[in-house]
């Protein structure tokens, strides 16, 4: 008799990039290459010093042996210095674990915080990664609507309202995947404050801050006293090293939580991977420059697919910020999945249709321009001419 699958696990939409890309297939090559709007992986490579290390530490054989559960004490110390002085906060390596990406810290985030049958509220459009991880572990994700009359930045209002007896945090992503919306340090705190008052968690995933558009600090929560009570902020080295296969992320949270973060962290991975923990320890202070660089490589790029967009007033862009742009898609009868696989089929542009992000989203495709050099972007502007 065939064994029967966790029905929480069966119930997922498999994974949305592979089955975006699969539409690609069917281009014919006759507009040019492929042009890849879907993955919000950087487009360029590791730092060269960066790479000699990793090759270095790759071969020794420390590397292969089991390392401390939150991450080698160099690593955490080298990103609690580089979190205390961004955020001008008391941060230590005590607030710090290193967990397998920012993904694995978001399951352990909301391992922490909600068991099966308890709710964590998710602005939406959402990052599909995180409503599916809130499935699987059979915690309902709330949809917490972000309107794009606000920017797509979710109303707090909105979110008291929907809390009941069994939400247990907030997730929010800032800046933003997919809408690339960057939510004001006066947002963040006021749910930061809500969090506080109705006595649940705020989850902060800040991936992408080190591309926000001026190097400033996203927020000031972690200056504020007894933050640790409610707030656990999230971050991955994937987006600003260029190293997403290194799967390395961080947890910023009480030494508490870190704690109770490390037993979780125990199970799920034993140690994070060894190899790149020594050369992102290194370049956290080293490669400040070549990170700036490309904060403003990808800020022009932002710039240039602003420039394309204007000369087809069939699109609106409806946000457009760090790593990504959320377009308004000219057609009224057809659904986003449907427009982005003829975007893919007819005209060879790869983009996710905003259905992939949660529910409301039919009109919208998110375009991850950080990943698409200039040329491409440039390439895009007769790809889109009358399409429609
Ligand atoms: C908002 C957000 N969180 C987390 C991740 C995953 O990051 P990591 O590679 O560190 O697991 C991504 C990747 O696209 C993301 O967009």
Redesign the pocket.
Known sequence: MRAAMNPLVAALAPPPIPQAQGWAHAYDGSAGPLINLTQ??PGSAPHPDFLARLAEAAGSAEAARYGAIAGDTALREAYAADVAALYAAAIGPENVAIT?????A?AVAALLAARAGDAVLLPTPW?F?HQTTLAMLGVEAVPLPARAEDGFVPRVADAEALIDPRTRAIAL?TPN?PTGAIYPPETIAAFADLARRRGIWLIL?E??RDFLPEPRAPHGLFAAPGWGENVVQ?Y????SYAA?GL???AMTAAPETIEAAVTILDNLQICPARAGQAPIAWAIPHLRRWREENRAEILARARAFAGVMARHPGWRIETIGVYFAYLRHPSRDESAAQIAERLARERGVLTLPGSYFGPGQEAFLRIAFANADPAEIAALDARLDGFG
């Open positions: 919000a992986a397998a990406g920012c993904n694995q978001f990052y990664n992503v995947n995933d991936t992408y999230l991955s080295f994937s987006k997403p799967r390395l992320g």
